[in-house]
């Protein structure tokens, strides 16, 4: 087990001391392992959307314990997927992420437990599960503003901890570690499963960003990945059984265990999200309600001191 | 019939064979998985219990190098180098248990070939605090099997990871002891078990794509991931789930929750579309269930068999009872075959055909004698109708020719008196068998029409011979008798004294004077004819009496008529009104009447023809059940114009003679009748009254004779008539004179009738109300 994450890590160090020779090549970091949450960028990869528009994209997943903010800090990527209250708070302590392509629009996140939990207070006490990569600032609002004394276990990326009975709830994405659970064969009942969003937590997620720095340097590149990487996911929502066959070469080049009916789950769920509410479709911009939205959980939570402006995450 | 029962018997043994042999596999299936599971569940145990031994074994070696970090490394080379089993083991601390290590410290033995190597685990890339195989067992403060997972990377392996946690002094956890191990073998093994316990030659294919057609074994973990499936690209990628919930069907669904939760059963669903039963079974220590899934098909390939053979013997079993019965049945059916044949060939007509040969004395030697017997009866008996046919048609020959002479005696050259215009006759009939009782018949003597309309009781010959004889009759008698009454009696007398056979006949019998239009008639028993006169048609009166051959001496009466000109009398038997339609409905006297209604100023041909058309559209087909005979009489005589017309009465005596002699002389003087002729008219007339004078009257009895002579112009002629109130008497019936005997010798009368039919041209007798009347007529 180890030897060969050990033998990944050294060929992915090697990797990225061999490609930063290569001055026009961009490093896409996606925010987690291979997977249907980016199936437009590997679309984009895979049919050509970089490469017609003059971009040597190269796609370049984390290590599984790490956030993607750590790529962009030291220059191993250019360009990342990360959430909006990530990106924000990471701005809030000055380290400016400028926001190119928003895809979600929506709050996919949902808390399981093995006992009830209808409502947030039922977690009071708890032991809950939570990825160590980051993405759950919208776990230590609830706590917060709950009052709920959670225990955090930070975890990796696996389902085990709660299979195992070694933790109460855990934070899970619909669209992935949830369905991982059902077909763990839990029988979830409905108020075993809190969804974010339904309790006054519904922020944007995903969203494509680079450092300020390189968005001034290289606004031209930036805004031909932004609108490449819209187009593999306009293709993506139009061809989803070609979009499923692209995700699942990714999935094994990455080395990722999974299967074709889990990633199809994840891709119509992906889908959903990157429909904006109002206007009914996907608009792949930031809306400004929801920067307030997450502003003030952010303030509220300390985690900024002061609102971040619609122009300092959107413009450098 | 036999052939059904007996295979229907067979079906329900065989049913019953089957079923019972299908419950006893399944149960020796689920006694055999069972074992299957428990020899599993011992390698496992085996197995993961020498690992956990391996482990806590080297726990105190950890704690006294606790000193020493790095000797940390030898201690888990050492656990590799002890135990072949283990593929890798690493000892984990704390973050900055050892605050110079950095926050992650884990000395890690594996193999690399037949080499033991060793490294520190812990990067930036791979935070071991946060791996299920560190952070589970710490959670749940007890040692702990991973999930197994597969290493792709390395030896291709299904991997397992045993955790325990080491506590220091306090109790608080430090680190955590593992040990890798290989998890191939139980693949193997399961696949080995797969080939040899299904009994089936076909070894599973690592890769195959589809092996749900075949017996396999599978376990899923505690995640319900499968970590044994004959398909590899399934094990760590899928759980039991992924697929289970696609299908509509719920009890694999149920069997995945029962295996998590760690329960025994087996259970038939359908399985990739195959009928299948799946056993599971849970594998202690691990929380891993194992599942055996055989499709029913293979499950029950021995009671497939064996019904097979049972359903193989039951089909040759009925094959031989069938021959057998088909041998018994020939024997049976063959001679009747051949009978068969021989009743043919005799249907065709060779009655002298052979039958077949019987040697057994059974029922087929009976069958065999009675065919023989029909054959000979049957022979016997066409000779006899050959013979019936063969007298039938000599009698039909005869008959023939019977009738032939019948019809011949019958007038039938119409019109019968072609050079006379004062009458016109028509006459038909048509006999419903070959010769009939029906007989009409008509002739003119001395001007008077005799004519008689007949039906004799009965049909076919016996009534054509009295119908002969009545006719035969009616001509002997008239021929010197003009009386109809007298006639009639005459024939009644001779026909019933002597009516052996009791048979009798209708007889309508007229006697037309033609120069009067004067009708006698009489009847015995026959339909009324119908007289037309103009617009007025109706029934003769006619006394009914008795048919003739009833009683002898029956004493029959003459009745009289007038025929105006132009009149006509229609005589017909009651096969013309009682002619039947086929539902048995009459022609009748009102269809007959009705007929000549429709007919204005016809003949009498005519009129007959369309009366048998009115009874050809009633009948309309249906058989002819009587004789039928029509005969119609038109009488045409208009009275003779009158140029002279004078009386002469006298009394019956001699000297009368001579006014008689000056008024006849007188007479012809008037219409110059030359004096030869005068001379003998004057003598035929004398010769006639004085008959009156001398025979008419007794003795002394005084009357008058009274003489009307008559000159008619167009043909001039001259007539007498003499009429006299005396006895009846008509000297035309007198044979004329011998004239060869004496004067003295001959018969009163007799000389002077055949003066006067000498002289005259016609003489004419008539009894009219007491009267004699005689008529001498002579042309001029």
Redesign the interface.
């Given at each position: 087990?180890?030897?060969?994450?050990?033998?990944?890590?050294l060929l992915?160090t090697l990797g990225i001391k061999a490609q930063s020779l290569k001055t026009d090549e961009i490093v896409l970091t996606p925010s987690w392992q291979a997977q249907a949450e980016y199936a437009g960028i590997y679309v984009a990869d895979v049919k050509g959307f970089y490469k017609d528009v003059g971009l040597n994209v190269r796609i370049q997943h984390p290590?599984l314990?790490?956030s993607p903010i750590k790529y962009l800090k030291d220059g191993t990527a250019q360009v990342i997927v990360n959430h909006l209250l990530g990106a924000l708070r990471e701005t809030g302590n000055g380290f400016r992420m400028i926001n190119v392509l928003q895809m979600s629009q929506n709050s996919t996140q949902v808390i399981v437990a093995h006992t009830p939990i209808s409502q947030p207070k039922d977690l009071k006490g708890k032991?809950i599960g939570v990825w160590?990569s980051g993405f759950v600032e919208l776990v230590y609002l609830m706590n917060e503003e709950h009052h709920l004394d959670m225990e955090f276990?930070?975890?990796?990326n696996?389902?085990?901890?709660f299979?195992?009975?070694?933790?109460d709830a855990t934070i899970a994405m619909s669209y992935n570690e949830y369905y991982?659970l059902?077909?763990?064969?839990l029988?979830l009942g409905e108020d075993q499963v809190i969804s974010l969003a339904n309790v006054g937590y519904n922020i944007p997620e995903d969203g494509l960003y680079v450092t300020a720095d390189y968005f001034r340097t290289h606004r031209d590149e930036v805004e031909r990945i932004a609108n490449a990487t819209r187009k593999g996911w306009e293709w993506a929502a139009e061809h989803p059984e070609e979009t499923l066959d692209i995700v699942m070469e990714a999935t094994k080049k990455y080395?990722v265990?999974?299967?074709r009916?889990?990633q199809k789950w994840m891709l119509e769920k992906f889908l959903a999200s990157m429909i904006e509410n109002q206007e009914g479709k996907r608009t792949y911009v930031l809306d400004p309600s929801a920067l307030d939205e997450a502003n003030q959980m952010l303030l509220t939570m300390k985690a900024i001191q002061k609102r971040i402006t619609y122009k300092q995450i959107t413009e450098p | 019939m036999v052939m059904l029962t007996v295979f229907i018997i067979f079906s329900v043994i065989t049913y019953a064979v089957y079923r019972s042999s299908r419950a006893g596999i399944l149960f020796e299936a689920m006694e055999r998985y069972h074992g299957l599971v428990e020899r599993t569940n011992d390698q496992v145990s085996n197995s993961l219990g020498a690992v956990e031994v391996a482990v806590t074994n080297n726990i105190s070696n950890v704690e006294e190098n606790l000193n020493d970090p790095d000797g940390m490394f030898e201690v888990v080379k050492r656990i590799l180098e002890r135990n072949p089993n283990i593929i890798?083991s690493?000892v984990a601390f704390e973050p900055n248990y050892y605050p110079q290590k950095g926050k992650q410290f884990s000395p890690?033995a594996?193999r690399d070939g037949d080499s033991i190597l060793v490294?520190q685990?812990g990067?930036?890339?791979?935070?071991?605090h946060?791996?299920?195989w560190y952070?589970?067992p710490k959670?749940?403060d007890k040692p702990?099997w991973?999930?197994p997972?597969?290493?792709?990377?390395?030896g291709e392996m299904t991997?397992s990871?045993y955790s325990y946690p080491l506590h220091d002094k306090e109790g608080k956890i430090y680190g955590i002891l593992t040990a890798?191990v290989s998890l191939e073998w139980l693949t193997e093994n399961l696949h080995q078990l797969d080939s040899i316990n299904m009994n089936r030659g076909i070894q599973v294919n690592k890769n195959s794509t589809y092996f749900a057609d075949s017996p396999y074994s599978f376990i899923i973990g505690?995640?319900?991931?499968y970590i044994v499936h004959p398909q590899h690209e399934?094990i760590?990628?899928?759980?039991?789930?992924?697929?289970s919930?696609?299908t509509p069907d719920t009890i694999d669904d149920h069997v995945?929750?029962e295996m998590?939760a760690g329960k025994e059963g087996f259970v038939r669903f359908i399985n990739k579309d195959v009928d299948s039963y799946i056993f599971y079974s849970p594998l202690h220590k691990t929380g891993w269930s194992m599942g055996i899934i055989v499709p029913a098909n293979d499950l029950f390939l021995v009671a497939h068999l064996i019904g097979a053979i049972i359903i193989a013997l039951m089909v040759l079993g009925l094959l031989i009872v069938f021959g057998v019965c088909q041998k018994v049945l020939n024997r049976v059916t063959k001679p009747l075959e051949r009978f068969a044949e021989s009743v043919n060939e005799i249907s065709i007509g060779h009655f002298d055909v052979d039958l077949p040969e019987i040697k057994t004395k059974d029922e087929m030697r009976k069958l065999h004698d009675s065919f023989k017997l029909m054959q000979s009866s049957l022979v016997s008996r066409i000779e006899e109708l050959k013979s019936v046919n063969e007298e039938k048609g000599r009698i039909e020959g005869e008959l023939r020719v019977a009738r032939a002479i019948q019809m011949a005696m019958l007038p039938k050259v119409f019109p019968p008196y072609p050079d006379r215009d004062d009458i016109d006759i028509f006459a038909s009939l048509t006999p419903a068998k070959e010769v009939g009782g029906d007989l009409y018949d008509f002739y003119i003597r001395d001007e008077k029409l005799f004519f008689c309309v007949g039906d004799v009781s009965g049909k076919g010959v016996p009534a054509s011979l009295i119908m002969a004889i009545s006719r035969a009759l009616f001509r002997t008698v008239s021929a010197h008798e003009s009386n109809p009454a007298k006639i009639m009696s005459t024939i009644n007398d001779v026909v019933s004294g002597d009516n052996a056979s009791n048979m009798f006949a209708t007889f309508f019998l007229g006697v037309l004077d033609l120069p009067t239009g004067r009708l006698r008639y009489c009847n015995a028993g026959h339909n009324a004819p119908v007289a037309i006169i103009g617009d007025d048609i109706h029934f003769l009166n006619v006394q009914s009496n008795i048919p003739l051959g009833i009683m002898t001496g029956y004493s029959y009466e003459t009745q009289t008529a007038e025929m105006p000109y132009l009149s006509s009398i229609f005589l017909y038997t009651d096969g013309l009104t009682e002619a039947e339609d086929a539902d048995h409905h009459l022609f009748g006297e009102d269809q007959m009447i009705e007929t000549i209604q429709q007919m204005e100023n016809t003949s009498a041909k005519e009129l007959i023809i369309r009366m048998e058309q009115a009874v050809a559209n009633h009948v309309l087909g249906a058989e002819q059940s009587d004789d039928l005979t029509m005969l119609d009489i038109q009488y045409l005589r208009k009275q003779d114009e009158v140029i002279m017309h004078r009386h002469l009465v006298i009394v019956n005596k001699l000297d009368e003679i001579t006014r008689l002699s000056e008024f006849v002389e007188s007479v012809c003087d008037e219409v110059a009748v030359d004096p030869s002729l005068t001379m003998n008219l004057n003598l035929a007339i004398e010769e006639a009254v004085t008959n009156v004078i001398l025979y008419a009257y007794p003795e002394g009895m005084e009357d008058r004779i009274y003489i009307e002579a008559v000159c008619n112009p167009n043909p001039r002629r001259l007539k007498f008539i003499i009429s006299d109130w005396g006895k009846a008497f008509d000297p035309t019936t007198k044979d004329d004179v011998d004239i060869s005997l004496g004067v003295e010798d001959r018969p009163i009368g007799g000389l002077g009738i055949h003066l006067i039919r000498q002289i005259m041209d016609s003489v004419n007798y008539e009894r009219v109300d007491g009267k004699n009347i005689l008529t001498l007529r002579k042309k001029l």
């Open positions: 087990m180890k030897k060969v994450l050990v033998f990944g890590l992915m290590a314990s790490t032991r160590n276990i930070p975890m990796v696996n389902i085990n901890l299979i195992s009975g070694a933790i991982q059902l077909m763990a064969g029988r080395g265990k999974t299967n009916p889990a | 890798g690493a890690y594996y490294k685990l990067t930036d890339e791979y935070e071991y946060y791996m299920d952070q589970i959670l749940l702990y991973t999930e997972y597969y290493d792709a990377g390395g991997m990871t890798d505690r995640g319900a991931t399934r760590m990628n899928e759980t039991y789930f992924s697929y919930q696609t995945g929750y998590l």
